[in-house]
């Protein structure tokens, strides 16, 4: 029989993601439902390792659900990589009478998860918070949704001044391994070319692309660049040689950066989040460990952390076809 749950840790780790605060919230609040005591961990694993621990009531996350980044900070971790490190986080849970963990972060944070209840045998649950959109076993990971609103709302305010000169602006956005991002604001904001790390458009074919739109009557263009597209070395690499290659156009580059990180989580991702807290919780309380909450076919399923983090999401086939089909 697993040790029944008394005490549940909570942190946030890696990069902050709107919907963080929510899910702080949904755990605070299940542990308090349960009558489960619950303390927040400052700093991510840092936070573990120095002991910087708070308990929380139902009371502490008021307010919370519509702020951006993370109460409970986060922050990389180097001394956790190590045996030491985590023996000392060991040690600080330990010592406070804390019995299970829930992470919310991406696949580096649920990589540290998996490591320490695999040397302590400590239970740990996983929460995915990034706004890539990149890990294996859900549809959405917490603030996807609300990065993409925020990308939408700035390409909507690029297209005004690049129509009033005719322009074409290259927009980098977020994604430095997978295009989830930019496919799916590309369709929405309208783009006339969409790059991404899974599809190489190549130089060529993407002025052969930006020509035939032009021909075709459109005065001004929009192209989404994923971060961790191959076709040049960076955007401004894609902006010179488009420049070369072709005339007419008075080309820009725009790297939107950090700012897709911010804001106030969507309705979509408040939810979410909600629902994975709660079944982050109920799941260690009823003895499962070792798994990320994630949504699939709008239900909340569990994944073994090791195929969340080793697993490939893959890019929406259709997408691609209804971005080519958009841009004629």
Same mark, same amino acid.
Do not use: W
């Given at each position: 029989?697993?040790?029944?749950?008394?005490?549940?840790?909570?942190?946030?780790?890696?990069?902050?993601?709107?919907?963080?605060?929510?899910?702080?919230?949904?755990?605070?609040?299940?542990?308090?439902?349960?009558?489960?005591?619950?303390?927040?961990?400052?700093?991510?694993?840092?936070?573990?390792?120095?002991?910087?621990?708070?308990?929380?009531?139902?009371?502490?996350?008021?307010?919370?659900?519509?702020?951006?980044?993370?109460?409970?900070?986060?922050?990389?971790?180097?001394?956790?990589?190590?045996?030491?490190?985590?023996?000392?986080?060991?040690?600080?849970?330990?010592?406070?009478?804390?019995?299970?963990?829930?992470?919310?972060?991406?696949?580096?944070?649920?990589?540290?998860?998996?490591?320490?209840?695999?040397?302590?045998?400590?239970?740990?649950?996983?929460?995915?918070?990034?706004?890539?959109?990149?890990?294996?076993?859900?549809?959405?990971?917490?603030?996807?949704?609300?990065?993409?609103?925020?990308?939408?709302?700035?390409?909507?305010?690029?297209?005004?001044?690049?129509?009033?000169?005719? $322009? &074409?602006?290259?927009?980098?956005?977020?994604? =430095?391994?997978? *295009?989830?991002?930019?496919?799916? /604001?590309?369709? %929405?904001? #309208?783009?006339?070319?969409?790059?991404?790390?899974?599809?190489?458009?190549?130089?060529? $074919? &993407?002025?052969?692309?930006?020509?035939?739109? =032009?021909?075709? *009557?459109?005065?001004?263009?929009? /192209?989404?660049? %994923?971060? #961790?597209?191959?076709?040049?070395?960076?955007?401004?690499?894609?902006?010179?040689?488009?420049?070369?290659?072709?005339?007419?156009?008075?080309? =820009?580059?725009?790297?939107?950066?950090?700012?897709?990180?911010?804001? %106030?989580?969507?309705?979509?991702?408040?939810?979410?989040?909600?629902?994975?807290?709660?079944?982050?919780?109920?799941?260690?309380?009823?003895?499962?460990?070792?798994?990320?909450?994630?949504?699939?076919?709008?239900?909340?399923?569990?994944?073994?952390?090791?195929?969340?983090?080793?697993?490939?999401?893959?890019?929406?086939?259709?997408?691609?076809?209804?971005?080519?089909?958009?841009?004629?």
């Amino acid at each position: 029989m697993p040790k029944s749950i008394e005490k549940i840790a909570v942190l946030t780790s890696g990069g902050d993601s709107p919907g963080m605060n929510a899910a702080v919230r949904a755990v605070v609040r299940t542990c308090a439902f349960h009558n489960v005591e619950c303390y927040g961990v400052y700093q991510g694993y840092e936070g573990l390792i120095e002991g910087d621990f708070k308990k929380m009531d139902a009371r502490s996350v008021k307010g919370i659900i519509n702020k951006g980044g993370t109460i409970l900070k986060s922050a990389r971790s180097k001394e956790f990589r190590t045996k030491e490190g985590r023996q000392k986080a060991y040690d600080n849970l330990s010592e406070e009478g804390i019995d299970g963990l829930v992470v919310i972060g991406g696949d580096g944070s649920f990589t540290g998860a998996l490591i320490f209840n695999q040397e302590f045998g400590f239970p740990v649950m996983g929460i995915p918070g990034t706004i890539d959109n990149d890990i294996f076993g859900t549809s959405h990971t917490l603030g996807f949704d609300t990065a993409l609103n925020t990308v939408v709302d700035a390409i909507d305010k690029i297209r005004d001044t690049a129509s009033s000169h005719n $322009r &074409l602006f290259f927009i980098e956005v977020m994604g =430095r391994d997978v *295009g989830h991002i930019a496919l799916n /604001v590309g369709i %929405a904001g #309208g783009a006339e070319e969409i790059l991404i790390p899974e599809e190489d458009l190549g130089l060529d $074919r &993407l002025v052969e692309s930006l020509n035939k739109s =032009r021909k075709s *009557g459109k005065s001004s263009s929009i /192209v989404v660049v %994923a971060e #961790g597209d191959k076709i040049g070395k960076n955007i401004f690499e894609l902006k010179d040689y488009v420049d070369e290659n072709m005339e007419g156009y008075d080309v =820009r580059v725009s790297v939107l950066g950090h700012m897709q990180r911010g804001g %106030a989580p969507s309705c979509f991702d408040r939810v979410l989040a909600s629902r994975m807290g709660v079944k982050a919780v109920e799941a260690m309380l009823n003895g499962q460990s070792n798994y990320m909450v994630g949504l699939l076919d709008n239900k909340m399923e569990l994944t073994p952390l090791d195929n969340a983090i080793k697993g490939k999401t893959k890019i929406n086939l259709e997408l691609l076809r209804v971005s080519d089909i958009m841009s004629t």
